[in-house]
């Protein structure tokens, strides 16, 4: 089912609310309170998609994240029509991978002054998400970039444009691919270093209800802000409640820290091998306000990442977390 995430059928019809919730954005999802927290890792597509999504499977993630083309490079993906339905078919061949999200290419870069630069990223984000939608995906993850030093003024509504003329061009369906925006670690001139930035982002493209929004555990930490008691978790999420809301929050790139709090710099490490740790992480994750939001890994694992039991640790994680407020 194209672009939605579909909630496991383990809970019992007595304790399944099957009402489908109208988020802010207008967007139905089916909510099925009760259901654990879907766990998906980043996979890799140098072998294909459909391999990507093997690998997922078999690692046991309930959601698998992949790039939709080469993220160092610009050159669109070759995925044509009949990779992308080939990719579909596979995912509904796997009923284990419940969602897909896509990661866009890193060399975007939305709230650039160069005006060169800045057409090179709608151009790129356009065929981005031309590739996540078809292939189903739940959302397409975007970092939007570094203003360089011209200030965050003049970056957000040329970001707020940039994000609706790709939307505008893609054209998903209703219930297609929305574009999520990232939480950046806070390096250098990055718009989207707090959910306050974010909101204004969505606020100047009209608050469109393709836009949403996803939270990374590492970025967020580096970023200086505290999420690593139950306290401060509950703190998070009323601030992520009061500025982009709880509705766009979409999916958690769910990643330990190899820096310190506040060294606003992305660097990911496996879960309880960082400076947040699984207690802090259980803090955020077991909030109930975040059962129902995919958290994908994103971790070296051994070098190739996510493995295993990097997936058995995150479960392991989310059901600390929901001890902890039980
Ligand atoms: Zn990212
Ligand atoms: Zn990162």
Same mark, same amino acid.
């Given at each position: 089912?194209?672009?939605?995430?579909?909630?496991?059928?383990?809970?019992?019809?007595?304790?399944?609310?099957?009402?489908?919730?109208?988020?802010?954005?207008?967007?139905?999802?089916?909510?099925?309170?009760?259901?654990?927290?879907?766990?998906?890792?980043?996979?890799?597509?140098?072998?294909?998609?459909?391999?990507?999504?093997?690998?997922?499977?078999?690692?046991?993630?309930?959601?698998?994240?992949?790039?939709?083309?080469?993220?160092?490079?610009?050159?669109?993906?070759?995925?044509?029509?009949?990779?992308?339905?080939?990719?579909?078919?596979?995912?509904?061949?796997?009923?284990?991978?419940?969602?897909?999200?896509?990661?866009?290419?890193?060399?975007?870069?939305?709230?650039?002054?160069?005006?060169?630069?800045?057409?090179?990223?709608?151009?790129?984000?356009?065929?981005?998400?031309?590739?996540?939608?078809?292939?189903?995906?739940?959302?397409?993850?975007?970092?939007?970039?570094?203003?360089?030093?011209?200030?965050?003024?003049?970056?957000?509504?040329?970001?707020?444009?940039?994000?609706?003329?790709?939307?505008?061009?893609?054209?998903?369906?209703?219930?297609?691919?929305?574009?999520?925006?990232?939480?950046?670690?806070?390096?250098?001139?990055?718009?989207?270093?707090?959910?306050?930035?974010?909101?204004?982002?969505?606020?100047?493209?009209?608050?469109?209800?393709?836009?949403?929004?996803?939270l990374d555990t590492q970025h967020l930490w580096a970023s200086g802000v505290p999420f690593a008691t139950v306290a401060e978790a509950?703190?998070?999420?009323?601030?992520?409640?009061?500025?982009?809301?709880?509705?766009?929050?979409?999916?958690?790139?769910?990643?330990?820290?190899?820096?310190?709090?506040?060294?606003?710099?992305?660097?990911?490490?496996?879960? =309880? *091998? /960082?400076?947040?740790?699984? #207690?802090?992480? @259980? !803090?955020?994750?077991?909030?109930? +306000?975040?059962?129902?939001?995919? &958290?994908?890994?994103?971790?070296?694992?051994? =070098? *190739? /990442?996510?493995?295993?039991? #990097?997936?058995? @640790? !995150?479960?392991?994680?989310?059901? +600390?977390?929901?001890?902890?407020? &039980?």
């Open positions: 089912m194209a672009g939605v995430v579909r909630r496991p059928g383990r809970t019992s019809p007595a304790v399944r609310d099957t009402v489908p919730s109208v988020r802010p954005g207008g967007r139905r999802r089916a909510r099925c309170y009760g259901a654990p927290m879907l766990i998906g890792a980043h996979v890799r597509a140098g072998k294909g998609l459909v391999p990507a999504l093997e690998h997922g499977a078999e690692i046991g993630a309930d959601a698998v994240q992949i790039f939709t083309q080469s993220p160092r490079m610009w050159k669109p993906s070759q995925y044509g029509g009949e990779i992308l339905a080939a990719y579909r078919a596979a995912q509904a061949a796997h009923p284990s991978v419940r969602a897909t999200f896509c990661h866009a290419t890193y060399l975007i870069n939305l709230a650039s002054p160069d005006p060169d630069l800045a057409a090179k990223s709608r151009a790129c984000l356009t065929a981005n998400l031309a590739t996540a939608d078809g292939m189903g995906a739940g959302g397409l993850v975007l970092h939007i970039g570094s203003h360089r030093g011209s200030g965050l003024a003049a970056a957000v509504p040329a970001v707020a444009e940039a994000l609706l003329s790709s939307l505008d061009e893609v054209d998903p369906p209703e219930d297609g691919c929305p574009v999520l925006l990232e939480n950046a670690a806070g390096a250098g001139d990055t718009v989207g270093r707090s959910f306050e930035e974010l909101a204004e982002v969505i606020e100047a493209a009209g608050d469109d209800e393709r836009l949403g929004v996803c509950d703190a998070l999420i009323a601030r992520i409640g009061s500025t982009v809301g709880l509705g766009r929050l979409r999916c958690l790139h769910l990643n330990d820290s190899k820096v310190a709090f506040g060294a606003n710099r992305d660097r990911h490490e496996n879960l =309880g *091998d /960082g400076t947040i740790g699984s #207690d802090g992480l @259980a !803090a955020l994750v077991g909030h109930p +306000a975040l059962a129902d939001v995919p &958290a994908l890994l994103e971790v070296p694992g051994a =070098g *190739d /990442g996510p493995r295993a039991e #990097d997936v058995a @640790a !995150a479960r392991a994680v989310v059901a +600390a977390g929901v001890a902890l407020r &039980a």
